[in-house]
T-cell receptor, first 112, second 112 residues
Framework: GENVEQHPSTLSVQEGDSAVIKCTYS??????FPWYKQELGKRPQLIID?????GEKKDQRIAVTLNKTAKHFSLHITETQPEDSAVYFC???????????FGKGTKLSVIP | DAGITQSPRHKVTETGTPVTLRCHQT?????MYWYRQDPGHGLRLIHY???????DKGEVSDGYSVSRSKTEDFLLTLESATSSQTSVYFC???????????FGPGTRLTVT
């Protein structure tokens, strides 16, 4: 099955700096890569996703890049704000299925 | 948030007792999923459903069963709860033909 590795597990940045979280996946048939944000005690919220036919996608201060050859994808958050503090999860759909395999999460802390 | 509710939201039960968690959606989505979330493990798929009476196992299905007799309801049953099943359980839904998954508010289950 699919295996998704995510790093770093924790990340601290100063407010206004950029944050980058990286994930690698094992199944070359994966074609959908979402990112979720989870605030303490809340449900995971889908914040951005990318499909394998696209190399980059942006939505305001967040962007995701995908390198199919290397089988890795990354989340970029620019101009970080304290409200960006949360746990972020990446995921991939092994074998192009509807099922998602998640990374173990990155706890992002934005220091005012 | 998508129209997804979970019940109960919190439950404490004793080892060996049966437990049923309910996920209810008002979106008429075809796909429904049960995940468990544990520190250091991210979100792991337990079971999923691709239609009424159509279910399949996920990564961590041992000790769990599911049923889906109506489009809107997906039940997760722990036949004989164990302490290792103490976790936060999330339900998610997705539309047929679309990959995006949306999560319910979660159920915190403690097995003593």
């Amino acid at each position: 099955g699919e295996n998704v590795e995510q790093h770093p597990s924790t990340l601290s940045v100063q407010e206004g700096d950029s944050a980058v979280i990286k994930c690698t996946y094992s199944d070359s048939a994966s074609n959908y890569f979402p990112w979720y944000k989870q605030e303490l005690g809340k449900r995971p919220q889908l914040i951005i996703d990318i499909r394998s036919n696209v190399g980059e996608k942006k939505d305001q201060r967040i962007a995701v890049t995908l390198n199919k050859t290397a089988k890795h994808f990354s989340l970029h958050i620019t101009e970080t704000q304290p409200e960006d503090s949360a746990v972020y999860f990446c995921a991939a759909n092994g074998a192009g299925s509807y099922q998602l395999t998640f990374g173990k999460g990155t706890k992002l802390s934005v220091i005012p | 948030d998508a129209g997804i509710t979970q019940s109960p939201r919190h439950k404490v039960t004793e080892t060996g007792t049966p437990v049923t968690l309910r996920c209810h959606q008002t979106e008429n989505h075809r796909y429904m999923y049960w995940y468990r979330q544990d520190p250091g493990h991210g979100l792991r798929l337990i079971h999923y459903s691709y239609g009424v009476k159509d279910t399949d196992k996920g990564e961590v299905s041992d000790g769990y069963s599911v049923s889906r007799s109506k489009t809107e309801d997906f039940l997760l049953t722990l036949e004989s709860a164990t302490s290792s099943q103490t976790s936060v359980y999330f339900c998610a839904i997705s539309e047929n033909g679309r990959m995006e998954q949306y999560f319910g508010p979660g159920t915190r289950l403690t097995v003593t």
